[in-house]
């Protein structure tokens, strides 16, 4: 493929701009997508967009980035839509049919940012359909990885990490072979907590966990970041994108969040992924893969941070850690079990039904009562993965009531 972009404003002659879908348009991963695409003009043409419950921020956004379709998860968003629409030629869509329908437009790359298990059946269509897919939805391999990574070998296609830390992995990599890595390490900033005592943690309300120190996201991510689950969640995931064993996998808390992940070689060589911490990089080089897009992202000045830190995880303070790492280390359908479960935990805390440590507690006694139910295979379809993750979102909840 031909380079995209020369510069921010100019296209390289001859290429044609580069068709874009994009699923979960509204959030956080879909904004900063939309800020690299206005960054680089002529050099994408986004084609559909896909959003859940926001109709007129998902007609806002299909109207900004001129797409042709837009289709909202929640039917009831549907009028609402429709109405930020009116006088456009941008055709919209409801409910998960029409998220799927975008999935599938004919496009040269697919970012998959839907949050949560929501998110698992249209970007795997879109895998199933041959297009490469830009990743940004941890449930997918978290829930049904092995799946996810076949599918992708036989569509004979791409999925590239959208993630900081797996595509700073990607990028340490280079054309080194999985074989010659010793082990690789992603980093955690550590969260709102990292130097609060455990009795402190346990207190911790809602406001606290969700005022993270480095990073904006939504909720469900602040929330898992706050626990150090989502390093466990990355950990599942980096395991398939890398086809790696969990043994050569390793956390490190690095709480200026500059160090994305680092590749130590067998020959003792550690190349590192830095960046300012900025969406918008990863994005950048999905979106532009194999080529650069020029971004407005902030620099990084080595000299003005002065020193990097880094800190071993702490167990004791942070065990969800420790569930999702176990997760990993007894394989088959136990992820797809931790993250149903981590689901119902966290929007339980931030309703107020139980306290910030009680999330990793729900979510171990959910797995342990999977273990003693059958050792259960990784999921083989998408319907097996939902089916397992709707029964485990199920036992969960009747563990809180």
Not at 28 to 41: L, M, N
Not at 75 to 98: N, Q
Not at 351 to 376: K, P, Y
Request: aromatic residues 4%; proline residues 4%; glycine residues 10%.
């Amino acid at each position: 493929m031909g380079s995209l972009v020369q510069s921010k404003h100019e296209v390289r002659g001859g290429s044609k701009p580069r068709r874009l879908v994009i699923l979960g348009a509204t959030g956080s991963i879909g904004r900063s997508t939309a800020d690299v695409i206005e960054g680089a003009p002529g050099a994408f043409k986004v084609e559909a967009i896909a959003g859940g419950r926001d109709g007129a921020g998902l007609a806002r956004m299909a109207i900004r980035l001129r797409a042709r379709f837009a289709a909202v998860a929640d039917e009831a968003a549907y009028d609402e839509l429709k109405v930020g629409l009116a006088g456009t030629d941008i055709r919209a869509g409801a409910g998960a049919s029409a998220v799927k329908e975008a999935a599938l437009f004919e496009s040269d790359l697919v970012v998959g940012a839907i949050s949560g298990a929501a998110g698992v059946e249209p970007t795997h269509a879109a895998l199933a359909a041959g297009r490469q897919v830009a990743l940004a939805n941890k449930e997918c391999l978290v829930c049904a990885g092995d799946l996810f990574m076949r599918t992708a070998k036989a569509a004979g296609t791409k999925l590239l990490p959208m993630d900081s830390e797996h595509n700073a992995i990607f990028q340490a990599m280079g054309a080194s072979r999985v074989d010659e890595v010793e082990e690789m390490i992603l980093t955690a900033s550590g969260g709102p907590f990292r130097t609060w005592e455990a009795g402190l943690i346990a207190k911790a309300t809602p406001a606290e966990a969700l005022a993270h120190p480095n990073w904006s996201m939504g909720p469900k991510v602040t929330i898992d970041s706050a626990s150090l689950m989502n390093k466990g969640l990355e950990l599942i995931e980096a395991h398939h994108i890398f086809d790696i064993p969990a043994k050569r996998l390793g956390v490190l808390v690095h709480p200026q969040s500059i160090v994305h992940g680092l590749v130590t070689f067998a020959d003792g060589s550690v190349v590192a992924g830095m960046a300012c911490p900025d969406m918008k990089v990863p994005i950048a080089h999905c979106l532009g893969f194999p080529e650069r897009v020029t971004t407005v992202a902030r620099r990084l000045d080595l000299a003005a941070i002065g020193s990097l830190t880094f800190e071993k995880p702490d167990f004791d303070r942070f065990p969800a850690l420790r569930v999702a790492m176990a997760a990993l280390e007894h394989g088959g359908a136990m992820p797809t079990v931790l993250n149903a479960a981590n689901e119902v935990a966290v929007a339980a805390f931030l309703e107020g039904q139980i306290s910030f440590m009680d999330i990793a507690r729900l979510v171990e006694t959910c797995c342990e009562a999977a273990a003693r139910d059958s050792n259960g295979h990784a999921p083989t379809s998408v319907a097996e993965a939902l089916e397992i993750d709707h029964m485990s979102r199920e036992r969960a909840r009747s563990l809180l009531a």
